[in-house]
């Protein structure tokens, strides 16, 4: 029986911008980043990030005094509460994931479901300030080990004659993406529209290739031919669609 994955995720910091500046208002890495440092942390990443805020995710990024520990920060905005600054009616806000420097090669696999669920659970469940409790941004750190610790998607390219695993910019010429999802046991094949029967058919050999070497056949094929459904899976898993690339 295999051992459970270790989960990369130290905690997590969710800090705001208020009218006095960056104030931190939930830290679960005690243990590891005070809260004076979770504040330098804070200010750090907004005086980074700057004006440009957008429902996005930047990292990862150094954490001040710990050279162990990296961080991806998703910023997005909560509507006010009390503000006496009218440039504040929607609050800068920021979810530090704190993990492992050591893991950074499983936290970069996991990207992309990283930034689909915080996309869906901010816009969701934290729409206003008083939304920010922290049963909920516990609820966000268990839910970020879970899905980071059981190592869900594997991303590979299909560029001439290999296939590559691939955790960087994903907006490279490539024949194919392959996505392997850990879970469901199943490789999703989604060709670029310009490839030829005889090309389709050489990237079916790869991917049996690595099925075979990798996984102990163990995965099942699923062709995408659908326009929207491949959509839809590059945009989970974090993907940029053909049409933005």
Known sequence: MESEAESPVVGIIISSFADAGPQVIYNSTKNHISEDQAL????????????????????PLPVPSNDELLCLAY??????????????????TVISIIFKRALKRTISRAQGIISSY??????????????LESS???????????????????????????????????????D?????????????????????????????ILVDSLNEKTYRRRFNKQIVDSEDEATGLLNFYGLKHREQR
């Open 40 to 59: 330098n942390l804070s200010i750090r990443i907004m005086t980074v990030i700057g004006d440009e805020i957008s429902y996005d995710l930047y990292g």
């Open 118 to 131: 915080l996309s869906q659970v901010t816009a969701k469940d934290f729409k206003k300030e008083d939304d």
């Open 75 to 92: 910023v997005f905005r909560v509507e006010s509460t009390y503000t006496i600054d009218p440039r504040l009616k929607e609050r800068p």
């Open 136 to 174: 909920k941004m516990e609820e966000i750190h268990k839910r970020l080990s879970a899905l980071i610790s059981t190592n869900p998607v594997r991303i590979y390219i299909v560029q001439d004659d290999r296939i590559l695993e691939h955790t960087g910019s994903l907006d490279i010429p490539t």
């Open 176 to 204: 194919a993406y392959v996505i392997a999802d850990m879970q469901k046991n199943i490789f999703y094949i989604i060709y670029e529209p310009y490839l030829s029967p005889i090309r389709k058919r050489q990237v079916v």
